[in-house]
């Protein structure tokens, strides 16, 4: 039996549907009981826990095989970095109290690099926290999601101009659609253990693309003309403010930051393996842009 935190989520849910297809008895641990039904018509036994209260989180992940944990950004926190700080100590505590054998942990590309850099460096704290528990590691760093996108595409499609935080429109990047990242994780799960105590494996989807290419993808959905134009670094604050908390905003302009500078939010160099997902940037859109 596989438990999965946040299994309502984009990434949990795809790999609770994965497992679930190939015939794996999955337990999915939700915070919302309202969320329980589409987990329950999969065929998921549905715990209820918080994933700020480690006693339940012990509770839901006792006895299974593996555990598929996940750290969520708060997007409305108000201080973001201690939110995901005690997560991370809920989940770890809940590990070690539970006496997991395996788990499988969804992290984030640039979570190797040692500097600073906003979001990714959440996760790579994150992943020091679970090295020294006893117990088999995976850690999945995902590449950026598709699915970001999705918050510009209504300002694109009345403008034209699609904004973005890279400011080079034709420099390529790593993304990936969160359901491959699911898929993966299920793939990981089902198969023996390595033996190791630790395995990194990378997910990004199957060709790296640039902001020209999402405006690109758009534009052959919505059948016009859509480009891609560089937000100013300036703006970038106020612009996230929009949508997430200034503590939030602060670490992705920290993130893009890095982004601009190049080579960082990226595979580690000379370690881990890269899984590639075969859902491409078209499709990942497409439902989020209205058909005409």
Known sequence: MFAILGAAGKVGYATATALRAAGFPVRAILRDPAKASRLSGLGCDVAIADLMDPA???????????????????????????????????????????????????????????????????????EENLRPLPLSKIILRSAEHMEGWARAIPVALATGILPTLHQEMDRDFATVSAADVGRIAADLLSEPETGGPERIVHAEGPRRCSAADVAGAVSAL????????????????????RVVSPSIASLLVDTYDAHDRGGLIDVEPGRGEVRRGTTDLTDALRRFVPVA
């Open 222 to 241: 919505a059948g016009r003309a859509i480009a891609a134009r560089a937000v100013s670094r300036s703006e970038w604050q106020q612009s996230l403010e």
């Open 56 to 126: 339940a989180l012990a509770e839901a992940i006792a006895d299974a095989e593996a555990v598929q944990i996940i750290l969520p950004p708060p997007l409305r926190a108000e201080d973001a970095r201690a939110e995901m700080r005690r997560a991370t100590g809920s989940m770890v505590e809940a590990l070690r109290s539970a006496r997991a054998r395996r788990v499988l942990a969804i992290s984030d590309y640039g979570a190797h690099v040692p500097d600073d850099i906003g979001m990714p460096t959440m996760y790579r704290l994150f």
